[in-house]
């Protein structure tokens, strides 16, 4: 079973809202992933989680706040977006976050994000 | 620091004819290097990656990739396109001075299969 699964589907939120997006692999991959993609772009790294610690913040917005309850959730925070937030929020995970194999990364379907 | 050129943001082929997307990057050590798939409305399914093992790789749906490191490229074949091979396609790269297995996508090409 090589599938990450992603709630909810889509999302719209205004913004004073508070919602969490989620995130859930059962393969053991200790490292986990978000994502951001915009219409017609390559996804870009926002946060990498490795044996549940967070390891990576490429320089996100306080306004998004990852967790990771346990190895096999992954969750992200969202408060106070802006209209610009809304994109396409894709999970990810690999076997692990070291490079030693080249670990491919395992993608979900994403949660399609509409700030208004 | 590592970077990915895909030259073409749009491919148009014919169903039956060879699909061949370009794919360029530069590494200052060896690199993993992957190709991702995604349909509309979908994120990413993993085609294919090399890790340097084989110089030519297969990968699913009759896709393969050949690693050239004089002309470091790493482009993507398939002998004869389907219509169902329309869609996105990224070509992604790691390389051991990179913490947390990051990935560096290039911008993506779009391949539509013409009936």
């Known amino acids: 079973d090589t599938e990450v699964t992603q709630t909810p589907k889509h999302l719209v939120m205004g913004m004073t809202n508070k919602k969490s997006l989620k995130c859930e692999q059962h393969?053991?991959?200790?490292?986990m992933y978000w994502y951001k993609q915009k219409a017609k772009k390559p996804p870009e790294l926002m946060f990498v989680y490795s044996y549940e610690k967070l390891s990576i913040n490429e320089s996100v917005p306080s306004r998004f706040s990852p967790e990771c309850p346990n190895s096999s959730l992954l969750n992200l925070h969202l408060h106070a977006l802006q209209p610009e937030d809304s994109a396409l929020y894709l999970c990810?995970?690999?076997?692990?976050?070291?490079?030693?194999?080249?670990?491919?990364?395992?993608f979900g379907p994403g949660t399609r994000l509409t700030v208004t | 620091a590592q970077s990915v050129t895909q030259l073409g943001s749009h491919v148009s082929v014919s169903e039956g004819a060879l699909v061949l997307l370009r794919c360029n990057y530069s590494s200052s050590v060896p690199p993993y290097l992957f190709w991702y798939v995604q349909y509309p409305n979908q994120g990413l399914q993993l085609l294919l990656k090399?890790?340097?093992?084989?110089?030519l790789v297969k990968g699913i749906n009759g896709f393969e990739a050949e690693f050239k490191k004089s002309e470091t490229s790493f482009h993507l074949t398939k002998p004869s396109a389907h219509m169902s091979d329309a869609a996105e396609y990224f070509c992604a790269v790691s390389d051991q001075d990179n913490a947390g297995n990051m990935l560096t996508f290039g911008g993506g090409t779009r391949l539509m299969v013409k009936p």
């Open positions: 393969m053991g991959h200790r490292a």
């Open positions: 990810a995970s690999s076997q692990d976050a070291g490079l030693a194999e080249g670990y491919e990364q395992y």
């Open positions: 090399y890790t340097s093992a084989a110089t």
